[in-house]
């Protein structure tokens, strides 16, 4: 079982802001999202939650580039499995 980092968004942060959070790689593109007890609710809204199986792109996000970094790629959760599969068969 490889567990590796991600990106996963949070909703109503008024700005683009994600959470970095543990995942279970499923495959190249597909990972389960874990850090369960990380979550709460009352405090922050995940656009993913632990749990579910969400595909991963890689992104350049400039904001967590520290100043006079290059530009660095970064694993965020893009999507669900199921919206993906959904996708593919149209």
Same mark, same amino acid.
């Given at each position: 079982m490889f567990i @590796? @980092?991600?990106l996963v968004e949070l909703l109503g942060e008024g700005s /683009?802001? $994600? !959470? /970095? *959070?543990? &995942?279970? +790689?499923? %495959?190249e593109s597909l990972y389960k999202i874990l %850090? #369960?007890?990380? $979550?709460? !609710?009352d405090i922050e809204t995940w656009r993913f939650e632990p749990g579910q199986i #969400? @595909? *991963?792109?890689e992104?350049?996000?400039k904001e967590y580039t520290r100043f006079g970094e290059a530009a660095k +790629?970064?694993? *965020? &959760?893009? !999507?669900? !499995?199921q919206d993906a599969e959904k996708e593919n068969d149209t």
């Open positions: @590796e @980092e991600i /683009p802001t $994600y !959470r /970095p *959070v543990k &995942a279970q +790689k499923i %495959n %850090n #369960v007890d990380l $979550y709460d !609710r #969400v @595909e *991963v792109g992104q350049i996000l +790629k970064f694993k *965020v &959760a893009i !999507r669900t !499995r």
